[in-house]
């Protein structure tokens, strides 16, 4: 009867292959739980109106702006639930960065510009995350990133 003892089947104690991985899965998982709050929050009414009380004006005026408007600010936060719910499941994880790229960058913007020196942490979080995500999952953006793509099956 022969057995296999490598690192797939069973690792023995100097051998932690999964340990390699641990950052990539916790920053997905952090990054997942925060859009899947933020979006899911907005739906259950725990952020009321959003942007009342203490925000400046220009804060005040773009936040109302995009809820007068009737679908930018329910599409923004479906986009962080979808994304969200994607991160933690760990499915499509970079259609997951593509969708949540422009809403981090306008998260990080809005807080730099119009609350500068508010909620710094979470804004370079929101900005560097998916940055870190998206080096972890490289192998999937060549032919996302590549001048010339191949239609349909390339073999």
């Not at 009342?52 to 995009?66: F, T």
């Not at 730099?112 to 999952?137: E, K």
């Not at 990133?145 to 239609?151: A, D, H």
């Amino acid at each position: 009867m022969e057995t296999t003892n490598d690192a797939t089947t069973t690792p023995d104690a100097g051998s932690r292959p999964w340990m390699k991985n641990l950052p990539v899965h916790v920053v997905r998982t952090l990054l997942g739980l925060l859009f899947v709050f933020a979006g899911g929050s907005f739906f259950a009414g725990m952020l009321g109106g959003g942007g009342e009380g203490g925000g400046d004006e220009g804060q005040s005026a773009l936040i109302a702006a995009m809820m007068a408007s009737g679908y930018m600010f329910p599409l923004i936060k479906v986009t962080e639930l979808v994304a969200g719910l994607m991160l933690l499941a760990n499915r499509f994880v970079p259609l997951a960065l593509v969708l949540i790229a422009p809403v981090a960058i306008n998260i990080a913007l809005f807080h730099f510009v119009l609350t500068p020196g508010h909620d710094v942490g979470i804004s370079i979080f929101v900005l560097v995350a998916p940055l870190f995500l998206a080096w972890a999952y490289r192998s999937a953006w060549v032919h996302v990133l590549s001048p010339t793509t191949p239609i349909g099956d390339a073999g």
